[in-house]
């Protein structure tokens, strides 16, 4: 089922977050070569789920491994091919997002898809993500094919990718109201060459939404609905940059894509897996940034972490799902 129209995105609503200027499509696809594909699963009835394929072009015969890191914020999730990441510093694969019981397919589909790339590999590390939809689809139907995971690898594209009820974002629940896909980036100036950082972030956690610093309780914006609200759950976030940045930095990187989750007013409660993957894209002849210059990268990761959070709920909209549960979306007005 296609997504239905869009909503306005948070800077449409006249909630600007920082003062970087952001890339030409404010999304994780403003970094060169980073393409994003979804696939949605959604019966309009019990089923609302999906898959989100973060593919960088790079990987490829001339280069089968990114600089990468992951930070485990709270690990309560299953964050397939994560190990590796660590041990390694590197990123080996797409990065796809989908449901918690979908997770086990959907690695076992993105693993046949490395196997086709290279007829003659031996090892692979497919990496994949989840957070639990189970709250406002049968979770336990496990729908997710290999066919549904191929087609957002093979459907992965630039330009500005839908947010909200799409995707792994279909049947997620953030911060008391109906989530989902977000993203943004920015730009940063003061090195050899323009630098882009942008984030990709799969909404399902606990809270109270909170914009600016301003809080919007749904008991406050929403008062007679009638609706319930899932513990916990959890937070994918994806971190690309074309910084020449190390694995070890790319690790601190991922640190601030967590601590973006507080300014949005994250619980991060026991029961949230919340996760962020960072890698970057630069060329690997590029020297590494010092140290001592990263502040304004920092920055960056903050604010488009931060921006893309809000954008996965301000462009969600309310879903009714299994149980008759709903999660309803953040009034505009």
């Known amino acids: 089922m ?6 306005p995105r948070t800077r449409d609503l006249g909630i600007v977050v920082g003062t970087l200027p952001t890339g030409r499509h404010n999304a994780i696809t403003d970094v060169p070569g980073v393409l994003v594909g979804h696939t949605t699963v959604d019966d309009g009835n019990d089923l609302h789920t999906g898959v989100t ?14 600089p990468a890191a992951v930070c485990r914020g709270n690990g309560y999730g299953k964050l397939v091919g994560s190990t590796q990441v660590d041990e390694l510093g590197v990123l080996e694969s797409p990065i796809v997002l ?9 690695a076992d589909a993105l693993l046949t898809y ?7 590999g031996v090892s692979f590390n497919p990496l994949v993500g989840e957070t639990n939809d189970g709250h406002l689809s049968d979770i336990r139907r496990r729908p997710i094919t290999e066919e549904h995971v191929h087609a957002a690898l093979t459907s992965a594209a630039g330009g500005l990718p839908a947010e909200g009820c799409v995707g792994a974002g279909t049947g997620t629940t ?4 109906k989530a989902g896909i977000g993203t943004s980036s920015r730009l940063v100036d003061g090195f050899d060459r323009p630098v882009t950082v942008g984030a990709l972030t799969q909404s399902n956690f606990g809270g109270v939404l ?8 749904v008991d406050e914006l929403i008062p007679d609905a009638d609706r319930t609200e899932p513990p916990g759950n959890s937070c994918m976030i994806v971190v690309a940059t074309d910084a020449p940045v190390d694995a070890r930095q790319l690790g601190r990187l991922a640190r ?3 601590f973006a989750m507080g300014r949005v007013g994250a619980s991060y409660s026991n029961g949230s897996g919340d996760y962020a993957i960072a890698f970057s894209t630069a060329a690997p002849d590029r020297p590494t940034i010092p140290d001592a210059q990263i502040d304004p990268i920092f920055t960056a990761v903050l ?8 954008n996965s709920v301000f462009t969600a909209t309310t879903t009714r799902g299994v149980g008759g549960r709903t999660s309803h979306a953040v009034p505009h007005e």
Do not use: C, H, K, N
């Open 256 to 258: 601030r894509a967590i």
């Open 174 to 177: 953030a911060l008391g109201y």
């Open 210 to 217: 909170t914009a600016l610093g301003v809080p919007l309780p």
């Open 53 to 66: 394929a973060v593919v960088p072009s790079q990987l490829g015969p001339q280069r089968w491994t990114l």
């Open 2 to 7: 296609s997504q239905r129209a869009p909503r």
């Open 114 to 120: 490395l196997m086709d790339l290279r007829p003659d």
């Open 98 to 106: 989908t449901a918690t019981l979908s997770v086990f397919r959907a």
């Open 303 to 310: 604010d488009s972490v931060e921006e893309a959070l809000l």
